[in-house]
């Protein structure tokens, strides 16, 4: 699965762009080998959000979360 990352408006470490790749890269047993996932990290109005996105053949999953 290959990953892209995306921060708006926030600086993360890599550690935590590690531990996202670590997580969803679960999800790969359930894609085929060409599936790519696109990560974004972004803060609106004191709130943490992140959307991820996957991509595989002519199935697109796509998930948000905010906190």
Request: proline share 1%; no cysteine; charged share 35%.
């Amino acid at each position: 699965m290959k990953f892209t990352f995306t921060d708006k408006k926030v600086v993360l470490p890599d550690a935590v762009h590690a531990y996202a790749e670590k997580k969803v890269g679960k999800l790969d047993r359930y894609f085929k080998s060409d599936a790519e996932a696109s990560i974004v990290f972004s803060v609106e109005k004191d709130r943490n959000n992140v959307e991820l996105t996957v991509r595989s053949g002519g199935t697109i999953i796509r998930v948000a979360e905010s906190t």
